[in-house]
């Protein structure tokens, strides 16, 4: 039996007329970590709020860990964990008062379950006494994981745990996540961040309230219907206008260093040419592997 | 070549705290430069200084060509701002934001009128420039935003964080914006936590604790480190870091 | 307050004991925010200070010192008597001169004077001979409050005179109207005030204070997860509430020190009544305030919703400032409903009056039955969703 189950759930807002969830199923299995990966008004937040019954759906159904949203949403709240997006904790409060105050919300002593939290902990020990407005973005993630891990939770939601946070701290907290997988507990999590939906089991790609694709990002990223390749230029600009007028271009467009592109009848000779001829100097042109933000796109493009 | 942004030694202080600590650098025309840096690290606090918001401790600065201390004013003129957290006026519509805006950066009527309507045109809103700006998915919500802080014309842009949270598609297509007003003489000054949006600039500097540490383009960096990615480089200067937010 | 006692004293099997030290954790939680928060708790204790030494000193509807001059055209014994009383009255601050009429009408239109009392020459023989005679008052109206009470205090001074006079004399038939002003003989604005003000200030407060604070929590977005958690969703509200309460007593007993020994104002009932009567009176607001927080999103809204709501009603319906006698009907029903009416009479049955519980049963139940009703109907209108 799946940690958690969703069956067609829809979710409007406005009376109507804003779609914020549109027919969306999935399953997570026990123990995995799974993302749900999306820009700003995907629906991520919705899907959360109605998997940790805040809200309710206006159709379909979900259970999580076995209990129905609507139906039995006490005893899903007596055992999730749920850090929702923004959340900024108890600013007046210190790290310690905060943990202590979520424990025993939840019926719970900090001692009983500190092995699963002293990773974490460790890092922001130091600064128990600090008030939890004081710490940084960084050190407030990581108690924030804290407090909601602090009661055990056999499922975790974390709603945008990583962003407006810096690349170094994001990094770090996926490695906290990671090592949580060890103690069973079922993770999800939703970013608007495609980087970090390889450090999933699983994930499901969600734009404007609909499912793009779920999978494991390594089949997302074999799935990928078209050949890829990465161009460089010294001039990023000039060489994206040269490659959109190219009559066999598929599909180009920035991606960091290089610009990705894909050609309908691929021919690294026939494209060099191409580029040379309207004066691109230095082409490196070669086949890369796709990313997940790869495969994001063309699913946009559709 | 121009040189739009000057500064010297630029200092901020707040009692002991040192949020910006001898900043020294230089922005020329036409330049994408990008200001990278952790949260806490004095990335707003400079930007602060250099948009004239806030009086720097010490150090001198020029905004193209205006004094930092004495020309605030000019200098608030000749620049754009857009950030996450200010943009549009939800619920005006999109015609009504682009005349207000035109209408504070001091564009006369004749030039409200064909600015605006090139803009519309050009980001493909004749159909919406009578609807709310609540209604616009939030991409079209950032393209006229930036097009909105650029409407009269300055010689920098400010952007703040420009892209938090907008799909990859949509991103690509600011950042097209971008390029295309540098190709027209703009200077863009942008702060960003994408990595590869940093390979898009010219040149950018990482700020650590206050100073900055590393300040070249993107290639030259990755060489001088050593490294493969701006990731890692971003990584490698950030991970000491002993300030947060 | 008898369903909380109930509620604490309900058996729920094992997880009583939970339920207890859940509660006192958010207790601890709230007293850590509330006196955390210095600029607040500024306001808390130095509104109630300062409006009770404002409205105690600076703001009477009493009219003192008021400039008057006196014409003395008879000089003699008679008049120099009556000046000498309105002179010793604290009053006025009178100026004797010499003006004819038009003068006088400069002085007014000046501004320099309030009200003027001119004696005719021959006061006194006429008094003597033909056993009347007559004093000009004359005052100034355009403030018409201020005139009134000016002639009124000048008549009554000429009035205890006339007494005086007659008392000697063998008129047969006297009718002395004999007045006694009960509770509060020397007509002692601060005896209307500090019941107000007291009711003002813990309205305010309580309202005010426990509605934003609530609604706080739901905008930091603290309050989903309280939600998604296996309290009880009164817990947070109840354990709001209960700083205030306390803090609020202080701002009583703060209010009562100040207004016994720098204004003067004496208790005459019983201290403990005083104080349980204010109980009652503030977990009436902390209701209302907790009403007002389950039915708002928004700090802002609530802050508006006390302020407006509460503040202007209380000031308009609760009888201090305006009598409640003298609106139409249809206002005065609705100043029922408004608990600071109530409470405004209470504390001055209990500190003027002296009445002890069975003088003001009535009130006390009709606010026991407000806070109750206010407390079922927020009960029922607890969101346990977001939506």
């Known amino acids: 039996m799946p940690a958690v189950q969703l069956n067609n759930l829809v979710k409007t807002y406005n009376k109507g007329t804003v779609k914020a969830v549109s027919d969306v199923s999935l399953s997570v299995e026990k123990g995995e970590i799974f993302g749900l990966i999306g820009p700003d008004g995907a629906g991520k937040t919705s899907i959360f709020r109605m998997l940790t019954t805040l809200l309710l759906p206006d159709s379909g159904v979900a259970w999580v860990d076995g209990f129905e949203i609507v139906k039995d949403y006490r005893q899903i709240r007596n055992t999730v964990g749920y850090m929702p997006g923004k959340f900024s904790l108890y600013q007046d409060l210190t790290v310690e008062e905060n943990l202590n105050f979520f424990a025993t919300v939840f019926g719970t002593t900090v001692k009983e379950n500190y092995d699963l939290i002293k990773d974490i902990y460790i890092q922001i020990e130091k600064f128990k006494t600090r008030r939890a407005g004081k710490l940084s973005g960084g050190m407030k993630q990581k108690l924030a994981l804290c407090c909601a891990l602090i009661h055990k939770p056999t499922v975790l939601f974390l709603d945008e745990p990583t962003t407006g946070v810096d690349p170094v701290s994001r990094k770090e907290f996926w490695e906290m996540l990671k090592r949580l997988k060890e103690q069973q507990i079922t993770i999800l999590v939703s970013t608007p961040y495609m980087d970090e939906a390889t450090m999933c089991d699983r994930i499901a790609l969600i734009q404007t309230g609909k499912i793009l694709s779920i999978d494991t990002p390594e089949n997302i990223i074999r799935n990928y219907p078209d050949e890829l390749y990465e161009v460089k230029s010294e001039n990023m600009y000039k060489l994206l206008k040269s490659l959109e007028g190219y009559d066999q271009i598929l599909n180009c467009y920035a991606f960091g260093e290089f610009a990705h592109a894909s050609f309908k009848t691929p021919s690294e000779a026939d494209a060099k040419r191409y580029l040379h001829e309207r004066g691109i100097q230095n082409v490196v042109l070669r086949r890369t592997v796709p990313t997940i933000e790869d495969c994001f796109i063309k699913f946009l493009k559709n | 070549m121009n040189t739009v942004i000057q500064t010297d030694k630029l200092t901020k202080r707040f009692g002991d705290f040192i949020a910006a600590n001898e900043i020294t650098l230089q922005v020329h025309q036409g330049e994408i430069f990008g200001f990278l840096g952790a949260n806490g690290a004095g990335k707003t606090t400079t930007m602060r200084m250099l948009c004239g918001l806030s009086t720097p401790t010490s150090g001198t600065a020029t905004i193209a060509g205006f004094d930092v201390y004495r020309e605030t004013e000019k200098i608030k003129r000749n620049i754009g701002y857009m950030s996450q957290k200010f943009s549009l006026y939800d619920d005006l519509t999109v015609m009504e934001n682009i005349r207000f805006f035109g209408g504070i950066y001091g564009l006369s009527d004749q030039e409200l009128k064909d600015k605006s309507q090139a803009l519309v045109k050009r980001l493909g809103l004749e159909k919406e420039s009578n609807k709310l700006v609540s209604s616009l998915p939030l991409g079209w919500k950032q393209k006229l935003s930036f097009s909105v802080a650029i409407l009269h014309d300055p010689a920098i842009v400010f952007l703040d964080e420009p892209t938090g949270g907008v799909d990859p598609l949509t991103r690509r297509q600011f950042w097209n914006l971008i390029y295309e007003a540098a190709e027209r003489g703009l200077t863009v000054f942008v702060t960003t936590h994408y990595m590869d949006e940093a390979e898009y600039c010219n040149r950018i500097s990482i700020m650590v604790d206050g100073k900055v540490e590393a300040l070249d383009s993107p290639a030259n960096l990755k060489k001088n480190f050593g490294l493969n990615s701006m990731d890692d480089v971003f990584y490698q200067l950030a991970r000491g870091a002993k300030r947060g937010d | ?387």
């Open chain 3, 1 to 387: 307050m008898t369903c909380f006692t109930s509620w604490r004293e309900e058996p729920k099997e094992a997880i009583k004991f939970l339920n207890m030290k859940q509660f006192i954790t958010f207790l601890k939680k709230e007293f850590a925010h509330v006196l955390r928060d210095r600029k607040t708790l500024l306001i808390l204790f130095g509104m109630p200070i300062a409006q009770i030494l404002i409205f105690g000193f600076a703001l009477t509807n009493e009219v003192k010192n008021s400039s008057i001059i006196i014409v003395d055209h008879a000089k003699d014994k008679s008049s120099q008597l009556i000046i000498e009383k309105i002179e010793a009255s604290q009053y006025f601050e009178v100026e004797k001169t010499i003006l004819n009429a038009d003068q006088i009408e400069k002085a007014f239109r000046e501004g320099t004077i309030k009200a003027a009392v001119v004696f005719p020459a021959n006061f006194d023989s006429n008094l003597a001979h033909e056993n009347k005679s007559q004093i000009q008052i004359i005052a100034d109206a355009s403030d018409p409050n201020i005139a009134n009470t000016l002639t009124n205090y000048l008549s009554a001074i000429v009035q205890d005179y006339q007494v005086e006079l007659t008392d000697n004399s063998l008129n047969p038939y006297q009718i002395v109207p004999q007045t006694r002003m009960l509770y509060n003989p020397q007509l002692k604005g601060i005896y209307n005030f500090v019941p107000g003000v007291m009711a003002l200030v813990l309205m305010l407060v309580c309202v005010m204070m426990t509605a934003v604070s609530i609604v706080r929590e739901k905008e930091m977005g603290t309050m989903e997860i309280l939600l998604v958690s296996p309290f009880k969703p009164m817990l947070v509200i109840v354990s709001k509430a209960v700083p205030y309460l306390l803090l609020s007593l202080i701002n009583v007993a703060i209010i009562l020190l100040l207004s016994v020994f720098v204004l003067q104002l004496p208790i005459n009932g019983s201290i403990l009544l005083l104080f349980a009567e204010s109980t009652l009176f503030i977990i009436t607001c902390l209701t209302v305030g907790i009403f007002i927080s389950v039915k708002t999103d928004s700090q802002q809204v609530a802050m508006l919703i006390s302020l407006m709501g509460m503040m202007l009603p209380t000031l308009l319906f609760s009888g201090f400032m305006f009598p409640i006698e003298n609106m139409p009907i249809a206002l005065q029903i609705i100043s029922n409903v408004v608990p600071a009416k109530w409470f405004y009479i209470i504390v001055k049955s209990i500190m003027i009056k002296g009445l002890g519980i069975s003088g003001i049963w009535k009130e006390t139940l009709i606010l026991a039955g407000i806070t109750f009703s206010f407390l079922v109907v927020s009960l029922k209108s607890f969101k346990i969703r977001l939506a």
